[in-house]
């Protein structure tokens, strides 16, 4: 897959994800991206999930 193919399937998986601010849970979301980055060959820090999210609902991420 070239490289522009590969980033439209990444944008057509995150615009089939849930992702309405403040009313959807951003664990789908993040999971594309890990998913992502993780089939690149990108080392994973923990994991996206926990403390991206724990903080976007605690308003702390700029995502209200």
């Keep these: 897959?070239?490289?522009h193919a590969d980033t439209i399937a990444l944008a057509?998986?995150?615009?089939?994800?849930?992702?309405?601010?403040?009313?959807?849970?951003?664990?789908p979301v993040l999971g594309v991206l890990e998913d992502w980055l993780a089939g690149r060959g990108h080392p994973g820090h923990g994991g996206l999930r926990g403390p991206v999210c724990g903080a976007a609902r605690r308003g702390r991420a700029g995502l209200s």
């Design 12 to 27: 057509q998986r995150l615009i089939r994800c849930p992702s309405r601010a403040g009313i959807d849970d951003y664990g």
């Design 1 to 3: 897959m070239t490289p």
